[in-house]
């Protein structure tokens, strides 16, 4: 914990690239105080089409999935920063956006080897 998915497409593959958003992501999310650098997880997803009621073409969209007990100061400021820094490494992406969501300590479970 937690999980980091980045959901992207864009209409050139020149337009994102996939290494460098997840090591963005996990620079910030390491560096905002409340999450571990070695508990991270992180991965990107590209879906096989879009369609976006605007016309909107691309998008970036990340979910960070924590472990409930972090305020809604601390999600907004890892938003925000998140968000920046990818439109700041992605200026042809149309949309950019992140929903930090809290998991149920009780009921997140996991199985290491």
Same mark, same amino acid.
């Not at 937690?2 to 958003?21: K, L, N, Q, S």
């Not at 997803?45 to 601390?74: N, Y």
């Not at 890892?78 to 009921?107: G, H, W, Y």
């Given at each position: 914990?937690?999980?980091?998915?980045?959901?992207?497409?864009?209409?050139?593959?020149?337009?994102?690239?996939?290494?460098?958003?997840?090591?963005?992501?996990?620079?910030?999310?390491?560096?905002?105080?409340?999450?571990?650098?070695?508990? !991270?997880?992180?991965?990107?997803?590209?879906?096989?089409?879009? !369609?976006?009621?605007?016309?909107?073409?691309?998008?970036?969209?990340?979910?960070?999935?924590?472990?409930?007990?972090?305020?809604?100061?601390?999600?907004?400021?890892?938003?925000?920063?998140?968000?920046?820094?990818?439109?700041?490494?992605?200026?042809?992406?149309?949309?950019?956006?992140?929903?930090?969501?809290?998991?149920?300590?009780?009921?997140?479970?996991?199985?290491?080897?």
């Amino acid at each position: 914990m937690p999980h980091v998915v980045i959901e992207h497409f864009a209409e050139t593959p020149a337009d994102f690239d996939g290494a460098r958003a997840m090591r963005l992501a996990f620079d910030i999310c390491a560096g905002c105080g409340f999450i571990k650098p070695e508990d !991270l997880k992180l991965r990107t997803t590209q879906p096989e089409a879009i !369609l976006f009621g605007d016309g909107r073409r691309s998008f970036i969209h990340v979910t960070v999935l924590l472990l409930a007990g972090r305020s809604d100061a601390m999600k907004l400021g890892l938003s925000r920063a998140l968000v920046a820094a990818l439109r700041e490494a992605f200026p042809k992406i149309a949309a950019i956006s992140t929903d930090i969501r809290d998991m149920n300590p009780d009921c997140y479970k996991k199985s290491l080897a």
